[in-house]
């Protein structure tokens, strides 16, 4: 198996792992503005993805991903199937050339993509959403435009996403269950998002182990100061 | 023939409207995919397998309930071969239309939408 495909299974097995530990904490945040089965849907789906993926026979990066993802879908009940399974199963398209800095924005993007047109959500609806979408444009600047090493580029997204997670707890649910709540969502913290950044915790701590790095301590600013007469060009 | 898919969260729900539309379609392939692993809920790989019953070529319409059937119902057409669309049409009258259209010798899959799509429109009073 080559080294990113077997990395991309440490990271399903650390996630599957990372889950059942938060089971119980991502099943009271869903009891508050839920039904009270995030934690138990996603822990079962995710064990069954680590199981699924350790099978394949010398799989390459792109199939563990698809397979993990197809495993969840199948396992997962309710949205968090689609959303969280057959987004990573279209996103898994994008790294049939391996795992490199490049695909993984390409990635990141295509997943953000899908979760909000599944979803029919944007930032702000107390969703996923807002975990991802600070973190993937973190993500993909920190590569493309500070061209920073990808675990630093990571961990600047795993604290931009923690940035969206906090900012689900003052606004309102516009999208999901917790819609129909209205003005009661405010003041509580979304499980989705908060399971999405348990998620990408776990890739960031599972590339540093892989790289043989300790994961490096960053915060969501850029150290690059935006030239506007560069960009106008 | 295009062929019909009725997808609710309930299996109960989905078969009791598959034998309503039925009265009405004739030959029209219409098949069942409600609950997920006997529980309410959806559940893509169902879906699939039912998409796949109901396509002999000419393509399926897909009826939903609510929330995440349409979610499951889009990720079930992404990975189908045929073609398959879901119909912004209410689940049991939309399948009732959809069965009925489907029967004209003419039809095409983008008939049978507009029909679906149609009962929307019903009057009930």
């Given at each position: ?136 444009h973190?993500?993909k600047k920190?590569?493309e435009t500070d061209e ?73 600013t850029s150290p690059t100061i935006p030239d506007a007469e560069a960009a106008e060009e | ?125």
């Amino acid at each position: 198996m080559s080294g990113d495909a077997e990395a991309v299974v440490a990271a399903v097995e650390a996630v599957a792992e990372r889950i059942e530990r938060e089971r119980d904490h991502l099943t009271d945040l869903d009891s508050a503005i839920g039904d009270a089965d995030h934690g138990g849907n996603m822990a079962k789906g995710w064990a069954e993805a680590a199981d699924a993926v350790a099978e394949l026979d010398d799989p390459d990066a792109q199939t563990v991903v698809k397979t993990a993802g197809k495993t969840v879908l199948s396992e997962v009940g309710g949205a968090s199937g689609p959303l969280y399974g057959g987004s990573l199963v279209f996103a898994s398209q994008e790294l049939e050339g391996g795992v490199t800095p490049e695909s993984a924005v390409a990635f990141a993007e295509t997943y953000l993509e899908k979760v909000k047109d599944r979803g029919d959500a944007s930032v702000g609806d107390q969703t996923m959403v807002d975990a991802l979408t600070p973190a993937v444009h973190t993500f993909k600047k920190s590569v493309e435009t500070d061209e920073l090493p990808p675990l630093e580029a990571l961990a600047k997204a795993v604290a931009a996403a923690e940035a969206g997670v906090e900012y689900t707890v003052p606004i309102r649910a516009s999208k999901g269950r917790a819609s129909y709540l209205g003005w009661r969502s405010v003041g509580h913290q979304d499980p989705g998002a908060t399971s999405t950044l348990y998620i990408m915790e776990e890739l960031l701590e599972t590339a540093a182990d892989e790289l043989d790095s300790e994961v490096p301590d960053v915060d969501t600013t850029s150290p690059t100061i935006p030239d506007a007469e560069a960009a106008e060009e | 023939m295009v062929g019909l898919v009725v997808v609710s969260h309930s299996a109960t729900a989905a078969e009791g409207i598959v034998e309503v539309a039925a009265e009405m379609g004739g030959d029209t392939a219409i098949e069942a995919a409600g609950g997920d692993d006997g529980e309410m809920g959806t559940d893509a790989d169902r879906i699939s397998d039912a998409l796949a019953a109901a396509d002999d070529g000419d393509g399926v319409v897909v009826l939903v309930d609510l929330g995440s059937a349409v979610m499951n119902a889009e990720v079930a057409i992404e990975m189908h071969d045929g073609e398959a669309v879901i119909a912004d049409a209410p689940v049991l009258e939309g399948a009732v239309n959809a069965a009925v259209a489907a029967t004209d010798p003419k039809a095409t899959l983008d008939s049978v939408i507009e029909q679906a799509e149609a009962a929307a429109d019903i009057e009930k009073t």
